[in-house]
């Protein structure tokens, strides 16, 4: 498998409501996709050459609690600053981007749980219509899987399974080479399988009960945690932590100390990730998954026993087939996935 | 959705060894498909043209304790019997194969469970050598699914599911209008995904606790139907029949004449399917699910409580968005699915 590294030595510049970063080396590319990912907190853009070198880029709060209009309106300037960073051979070509509950089949933002945006957004068309250039869009998790594909882990890789283990737990299946799209734009939505139908499974955000990202998430393993607190009488420095400030770091840093419940709230997390993988193989036989976000950077203490339950539970025929990898998360990685997307879309040379 | 009727009025000829239908109509199509369904009793092969019309069908006893060899002069002798049915105008033009374990990226049976021809059996080249024409070959269920695509419930459908619900659990994925194949061969095996994890999940054929297919499958409602025998008191029909004798038929019928413990097993049974295919749809966005085999033909008594658990769990965004159809499998429909996979590997007009 290759890897690529990618420039990120930055010169920052800030501004009042969003931060610029320009980067140092000069770049001879021509032509650039601006790659924007649209979060609850912060939106981020980039624009991005074909080899997922960043030549600039930029963030700033969503404020998803104010009108749609007014986020187009703090894109707009965003964009008008990245832009300077070209000169006048380089342009923009497209756009891609990515946020949660976008559909790349309709172009719309459907029920996104954390953008007050209202129901249906017509994303797509309103940053078409904004800034004249092609655009697609993709939900953020679906994004990165083809971000990992073009510029990351998945280069050489045909099939594999993205899971970003954040807030909540996205992902985006990579099938043959492409993005599995569904019958309606929908596909890969491995955090809402059901992992525990018993009666005292865990309540999760979108209406179920018992779906996987109520316990292999950021959010899950705290709930976890919290549990075990509970359950558990051992001291643990994790008992001085509220809910709301109990972070993936704070654990993970708990169980490389040596925090019993920390560790075994890791253990169980692994334990419920690595079946559902193994679920997932026996439906998708990928190459490997790649793992991202926050939950993630606890490294090999997730990894390690996912690793183990997967094989425990893992089918005959794909034993000691499928690899779990953690991703490199550069700096500036957001903006890649929804790249790679209209990279994937509007280059000739692809 | 389009049907079609297929052809299935057939001239019966008895051999010694084999029997042979021939089609009463006489067809005016040029090219044929020899395609052979290969189970662990019985090996059905049938010539079928474009259109999925069978014109003669064959099937032999596939004696699957004898050596490979004399499977392929038992299947010659077949063949040129079939091809018969044929004038000199008409040509086989390619050979498609559906057996259990078959791997179309290998064109190895490997491991197959039923078959005693050894770990590894060259079955594409094989057949390939000793008929010269090209051969594809796939797993049954996967070839079933190709059939549904080209010739069944599955026409005008670009994503969909097929489950084949007999001694074990099948599945064959159509993504995107083309059967899902994964890294290694070996997508589809939803049969051997974890439906239950505790201490006393049932053990499966395939060395795993707690597979999907020891729940959902004719052989998964027998062991249901006795454990509820222990486990209820209630009178019933099945008490005086054999853990042997319980076939779907069986139980079925009991189920139809109201007898409490078969219905309650078709609900458990229908239960965990829903459950199941909820958690298949989070993966794959599929239009529909199309349930073929034994345990399918007991009808609105497994697909009505199958659909109610599947949309009790469905993840918001797929909600009244997926069907749960039974195939009708008319007469021949075994070599169908291998005939369709051959078709469209080779057909120009395809």
Known sequence: MHKKTIQNDFRHIPYSRFSVDLCKFRTMEKEFILGIDIGGTFTKLGLVDRKGNITAQAKFDTQAKEPFTDFLDRLDKAVHTLRRALDPAQKVIAIGVGAPNANAHTGYLEHPPNLRWGDQVPLADSIKKRFGLPVNIAND???????????????????????TLGTGLGSGIISNGELLIGAHGMA?????????????????????????????????????????????????NLRSI????????????????????????????????????????AHLDPEAFILLGGLSKAGDFL???????MNENLFIAYKDKV???LSETPHGHAVLGPAALAWRMNANTF
């Open 141 to 163: 998790a679906n994004a990165a899987a083809l971000g990992e594909l073009e510029f990351g882990m998945g280069m050489g890789l045909k099939n594999f399974v993205v899971l």
């Open 323 to 325: 690899k779990v990898l």
């Open 303 to 309: 990894r390690k026993p996912t690793v183990k339950a």
């Open 188 to 236: 890969g939505e491995i955090g809402h399988v059901n992992v525990n139908s018993t009666a005292n499974a865990r309540q999760c955000n979108c209406g179920l009960k018992g779906c996987l990202e109520t316990y292999v998430s950021v959010t899950g393993i705290r709930r976890t945690i919290f549990e075990l607190l509970a359950e558990m009488t051992n001291d643990s």
């Open 242 to 281: 509220s809910f709301e400030n109990m972070t993936g770091e704070v654990i993970s840093e708990a169980a490389l100390n040596g925090d019993a419940i920390a560790i075994k709230a890791f253990k169980l997390t692994a334990t419920t990730l690595g079946i559902q993988l193994a679920d997932t193989t």
